[in-house]
């Protein structure tokens, strides 16, 4: 390993702390700080609260702090941690205040989930590229529309900004972080000391619950949706859809367009592929998820979790059906064929 012995610069890290923060979204990244220093890095990790108080995480253990935003003058890197407050609530002056402050004496700026908010409360992603959690990103991109909001992203850098998706996403902006620094070969000693990927498959698409979107407003347009949710392998062709409804193709392509921005084909597609996912999450094997679900075949399934997830059904499977190793001689029990 070529580590570095010593760093001649030294690299504060301040994370930002609150009463409701996230303890994972700060024990994390410090995490992967701690495991660099003991490879060779020279980050000083400190913990800081808008007004210097010791704060209560969000499963009510007290984390002490070393002082409040006047004592990160020169801070290399300010991370923020999210909460589950946000986006329910609005962002309180006194944390936007201090991000604002951190970030005119900091290198980079970082955010942790839906420490996004607070970013972008305090004006520091207007014009900039973005991400938080997958269940709030919408509502991060309605609050603040100046900001472009990534869905998928696990973490976005733009300049010297940096977002991250869910709490465990924080690992990775971390590990980013650290490569940034002292490069990558120290960076996949501290992911494999840690045991986390370096560099996850796939986007955060990949852990939302299927099935789970707000439907349809046109009453139509809803039963569609109940047609093919009650009969998937049926053929449910445009023509038949639009026979179904008792309007023409062109009157169902319009509807889809205004209301879902999709094509009637491409909206059966996404049903088919979360119940799919759904029949994998219950054990399925990915041949009879495609067949249950109504695709034509194993391929054509491998193909839309390919295009949607960036991973294949068994890679998704192996993932999320159970955090069990296997064990078994013949290795993974849920095959792709």
């Known amino acids: 390993m070529n580590h570095p012995e010593t760093d001649p610069v030294g690299r504060t890290v301040v994370i930002l702390v609150y009463d409701g923060a996230k303890l994972l979204d ?12 003991r ?23 007290r984390v ?19 909460a589950d407050a946000y986006p329910s609530t609005r962002v309180p002056s006194p944390l936007a205040d201090a991000v604002r402050t951190l970030s005119v004496r900091t290198r980079r700026l970082a955010s942790i989930c839906t420490g996004a908010f607070i970013l972008a409360e305090a004006g520091l992603l207007d014009g900039k590229r973005a991400t938080t959690h997958w269940k709030v990103a919408q509502a991060l991109a309605s609050r603040y529309p100046q900001t ?34 002292y490069g990558a070969n120290l960076s996949r000693d501290v992911a494999r000391a840690l045991v986390v990927y370096l560099q996850r498959a796939g986007g955060q698409s990949q852990f939302s619950a299927p099935l789970q979107g707000a439907p349809p407003r046109t009453p139509a347009l809803r039963r569609i949706v109940d047609l093919v949710v009650a009969d998937p392998t049926a053929r449910h062709t445009q023509a038949e859809l639009a026979e179904h409804l008792n309007v023409s193709t062109r009157h169902l392509s319009r509807l889809f367009r205004d209301e879902l921005s999709t094509t009637p084909t491409r909206y059966v597609e996404s049903i088919r592929f979360d119940i799919a996912r759904s029949l994998l999450d219950q054990g399925y094997n990915a041949t009879q998820a495609a067949e249950r679900a109504g695709f034509p075949s194993y391929e054509s399934l491998r193909r839309v979790f390919s295009r949607e997830l960036g991973i294949s059904p068994a890679a998704y499977q192996r993932r999320f059906r159970t955090s069990q190793p296997d064990d078994s001689e013949d290795g993974p029990a849920f095959s792709p064929r």
């Not at 700060?26 to 220093?37: H, I, S, T, Y």
């Open 148 to 181: 472009a909001v990534d869905l998928d992203a696990i973490y976005v850098r733009d300049g010297e900004t940096y977002t991250s998706a869910g709490v465990s996403a924080g690992i990775d902006l971390a590990l980013a972080l650290v490569e940034e620094d």
């Open 64 to 82: 002490a702090v070393d002082g409040d935003a006047e004592l990160a003058a020169d801070a290399d890197t300010v991370i923020v941690a999210g």
């Open 39 to 61: 490879l060779g890095a020279d980050y000083r990790i400190t913990l800081i609260s808008p007004d210097g108080a010791d704060v209560i995480t969000s499963v009510g253990i």
């Open 26 to 37: 700060v024990a994390g990244p410090a995490d992967v700080f701690g495991e660099a220093n």
